[in-house]
């Protein structure tokens, strides 16, 4: 095993999921963060330091590094899972809702123009609309398909039908 200096030490990092070591130097650290904010390889090398020729005409050969290529994949999915609801946030928003657990602001009048801000709970049209949406995903409820065959192939007039149905 290779013995690395303390500076080299600080920029090992562990792959998600536990995988080898992998190594950047700060340099390249500051190329992938600088890319994921710009997508701009050239202005990107430029900000972590390297030089003006290097950036302009290297700055591809670091996107291409499997080092940096992982640092941005594993930022990317990062940032992305804290911007994106999972499937329990959704459930756990809609059930708060149904049962009226949450409160929004609301503006009432004082008079003279004066108004306080109070939270209410949800009326009972909102909280109806989460309990739908809970049903369908949990698939508790069913679209209606109402079938009305003329046609001597029964088969072919179902399709047509529901071929219709999509349309509107």
Do not use: W
Not at 36 to 56: C, D, M, P, T, V
Not at 103 to 108: H, L, Q, R, V
Not at 110 to 118: E, H, K, R, Y
Not at 130 to 150: F, H, I, P
Request: net charge positive; proline share 1%.
């Amino acid at each position: 095993m290779r013995k690395h200096c303390k500076r080299c030490f600080l920029f090992f990092g562990r792959k998600a999921g536990g995988g080898k070591l992998k190594k950047l130097s700060l340099k390249q650290q500051k190329f992938a963060d600088e890319y994921i904010i710009s997508g701009n390889a050239e202005q990107s090398a430029l900000k972590a330091g390297y030089s003006a020729n290097y950036s302009r005409k290297q700055a591809h050969k670091l996107l291409a590094n499997v080092g940096v290529k992982a640092y941005i994949d594993e930022r990317l999915s990062e940032l992305n899972s804290k911007k994106i609801a999972d499937q329990k946030e959704v459930l756990e928003f809609f059930t708060a809702a149904m049962r009226g657990e949450l409160t929004e602001p609301m503006a009432i009048g004082l008079g003279d123009g004066v108004q306080q801000i109070i939270e209410v709970r949800p009326n009972i049209a909102t909280r109806k609309s989460a309990a739908v949406e809970l049903a369908k995903r949990y698939g508790l409820s069913t679209a209606k398909v109402d079938v009305n065959v003329k046609s001597e192939n029964k088969l072919a007039g179902i399709l047509l039908q529901l071929e219709d149905d999509k349309d509107e």
